[in-house]
Structure formats: structure tokens, C-alpha cells
Nanobody, 118 residues
Framework: VQLVESGGGLVHPGGSLRLSCAASGLRFDRYNMAWYRQFPGQERAELVAHITSAGATNYSVSVKDRFTISRDDAKNTGYLQMNNLKSEDTAVYYC????????????WGQGTQVTISS
């Protein structure tokens, strides 16, 4: 199983980025997916957004109305559209998937850096 994130980078405050998570080696449509982020100097990652295999979504309060999580099961890819980015969004973003019925089947991507700076 492999999850490969892409789309990170450096943008100005107010800018946008779209992260992608390309999955291989699993039945992507049978997995719930989430994006987590880890802030500099912090050990634990926080949940940013989650989407079930059926497409139901939820978001952390800090990103609601700015970020949109989505998935394209035909492409085995998940996305995180991030708009109106703020300096406090600077973090390493990780893709995470978990089997919808077998929670012990879970995988992480390698992470992609997102930096918001003027």
C-alpha cells in the first residue's frame, strides 16, 4: 500500500493550494480518508478533515468554510482544497486512510509541507 501526497508549497496569505493523495495497493473506495497536519515543534498531528467512503465529510473548526475535502474513487485519489490560507495553516499535511469496516487496516502518507508566508 502506498499513499503519495503532492501539491504542497509556499503561498502568500489568502492564497490557495490543492493537495492530492494518490493511493495504490488497496481498494480506495472501501476506505475512509482524512487529512491531518502537524505543526512545527509539535509531536502530534491534528485532524483537519475527514471523508467517509460514502462521501460524508467533516472538518475541524479552524478550517471549516475554507477547506474542502473530496475524493475521486475512479482515480484512487483524495484531495484537500485549501482556500484563504493563513500563516497558522503552516504545517506538514498527511493523508490517512482507514478501511471502512476493518479499522486495523490504516495507512499514512509521507507528508507534504505547506508554508504560508508573505
Amino acid at each position: 500500500v502506498q499513499l503519495v501526497e503532492s501539491g504542497g508549497g509556499l503561498v502568500h496569505p489568502g492564497g490557495s493550494l490543492r493537495l492530492s493523495c494518490a493511493a495504490s495497493g488497496l481498494r480506495f473506495d472501501r476506505y475512509n480518508m482524512a487529512w491531518y497536519r502537524q505543526f512545527p515543534g509539535q509531536e502530534r498531528a491534528e485532524l483537519v478533515a475527514h471523508i467517509t467512503s460514502a462521501g460524508a465529510t467533516n472538518y475541524s473548526v479552524s478550517v471549516k468554510d475554507r477547506f474542502t475535502i473530496s475524493r475521486d474513487d475512479a482515480k484512487n485519489t483524495g484531495y484537500l482544497q485549501m482556500n484563504n490560507l493563513k500563516s497558522e495553516d503552516t504545517a506538514v499535511y498527511y493523508c490517512y486512510v482507514e478501511d471502512e469496516f476493518r479499522g486495523y487496516l490504516k495507512y499514512w502518507g509521507q507528508g507534504t509541507q505547506v508554508t504560508i508566508s508573505s
